[in-house]
């Protein structure tokens, strides 16, 4: 019993890891009032950067940094779109979520003689686990803790979000912008500057996710391998009041939600159809937007275009 909740808990922490680094880009770019619903595009192209880098170089950090790094190049043409040109944001979001998918699909068939899948990464390839071999092996403990670096990076990364959000002279300067950016403007900050720096950020932090897919998760890209999982980060975004430590138990929650998809379908407490548990996570995304997103509050600028001089 022990063995089986560390191991749901292990599986919950694993597929949340993903999900709380797009989250996090969604945060910051809508506390800087740009609606990004491209994450999943962004995520998408992190997802193959990630596993291609990491096939050819064999080094999973350079691969995380330069799935970052292509996922940040969509977050700026967002921001090109929707800061320079005033485009909706919403329609660029999802020109982004056709984009990413394409290219990565692309430039795959390029890469690995037509295919659609990147090959199998090498087990130097993958992200390490920092502390394997500190527990003992498929101990409660070691089930819980003995997770690959994208993990613990990620739990890292909402503390730091956080700070510089609420405690930071530049955090501030994102909400402001966010919140009231004429105010802002008159005051001397650059909406135009720290709104491109928000969304730049978002598609950074989105391929961060993808790639927390595609080296740590498993050891590939494919093309259903991320299959909505933008849109859940999106929806924790909102379920978690556009807040960083809001965002990371929402998507502790979703998931908690696939953990008990795969607990399930390698048991045989319940017989249940393997379609209906892979369903879970998005019903459950669903149920909680259906019954929330009316209480919560978005940032009073998000989604409204600025041009200096507006009142």
């Known amino acids: 019993m022990l063995d ?15 999900l709380i680094f797009t989250a996090l880009g969604g945060v910051i770019s809508e506390k800087s009032g740009v609606v990004n619903i491209g994450l999943e595009g962004m995520m998408t192209m992190g997802a193959f950067t990630g596993a291609a880098v990491g096939y050819f170089t064999g080094n999973p950090w350079i691969a995380f940094i330069a799935a970052g790094l292509a996922a940040g190049v969509f977050g700026l043409l967002h921001a090109i779109a929707s800061v320079t040109f005033h485009a909706d944001q919403v329609v660029s979001g999802i020109a982004i979520n056709f984009l990413g998918p394409g290219v990565a699909l692309f430039i ?36 819980i803790f003995n997770h690959y670096a994208t993990v613990y990076l990620a739990f890292i990364l909402v503390f730091i979000m956080w700070f510089i959000l609420y405690k930071t002279k530049l955090g501030l300067r994102i909400r402001a912008v966010g919140e009231h950016p004429a105010a802002a403007d008159t005051l001397g900050v650059s909406v135009v500057k720290i709104r491109y720096l928000a969304v730049v950020l978002s598609g950074v932090f989105a391929g961060f996710g993808g790639a927390a897919m595609s080296i740590a998760v498993v050891s590939n890209f494919r093309p259903t391998l991320i299959s909505g999982q933008g849109f859940i980060a999106l929806a924790a975004v909102i379920f978690g ?8 138990w929402a998507c502790l929650l979703f998931g908690a939600a696939q953990g ?23 019903a459950l995304t669903l149920v909680i937007l259906t019954g929330f997103v009316g209480r919560a509050t978005a940032p009073a600028a998000s989604g409204q275009p600025y041009e200096k001089g507006e009142r």
């Open 4 to 18: 089986d909740l560390g191991f749901l808990i292990g599986t919950t922490l694993m597929y949340a890891a993903p």
């Open 108 to 143: 795959s068939r390029l890469f690995f003689n037509g295919s659609t899948m990147t090959k199998s990464l090498d087990f130097e390839a993958k992200m390490p686990r920092p502390l394997n071999g500190v527990f003992e092996s498929n101990s409660f403990l070691d089930l």
């Open 241 to 248: 009041k556009w807040k960083p430590q809001g965002a990371m």
């Open 260 to 282: 008990l998809t795969v607990y399930l379908g390698g048991s045989n407490i319940i017989n249940i159809s393997s379609q209906i548990l892979a369903m879970l996570p998005y």
